[in-house]
């Protein structure tokens, strides 16, 4: 997914993504383990998109906690 389509949801369903994504990314961690992965090229999709969840959750926490300042 594109970082635009991660800053239209909000903090809940960005981290229901970002536990889908941990989910996945275990899954494929063994299918890879156990020769099973025929899609390698999704583990390196996987992990730079929890890099993109946590990155607008953390501007979205900082942009809320200032303006409640």
Same mark, same amino acid.
């Not at 494929?28 to 156990?34: E, G, K, V």
């Not at 020769?35 to 946590?54: F, L, W, Y």
């Given at each position: 997914?594109?970082?635009?389509?991660?800053? /239209?949801?909000?903090?809940?369903?960005?981290?229901?993504?970002?536990?889908?994504?941990?989910?996945?990314?275990?899954?494929?961690?063994?299918?890879?383990?156990?020769?099973?992965?025929?899609?390698?090229?999704?583990?390196?999709?996987?992990?730079? /998109?929890?890099?993109?969840?946590?990155?607008?959750?953390?501007?979205?926490?900082?942009?809320?906690?200032?303006?409640?300042?």
């Amino acid at each position: 997914m594109a970082i635009s389509d991660f800053r /239209d949801l909000s903090l809940d369903q960005l981290d229901d993504q970002l536990a889908k994504l941990k989910k996945e990314q275990f899954n494929l961690r063994f299918q890879t383990a156990s020769g099973q992965n025929e899609n390698t090229s999704r583990v390196r999709q996987v992990r730079r /998109d929890i890099a993109r969840v946590m990155t607008v959750a953390r501007q979205k926490r900082a942009g809320s906690s200032s303006k409640s300042a």
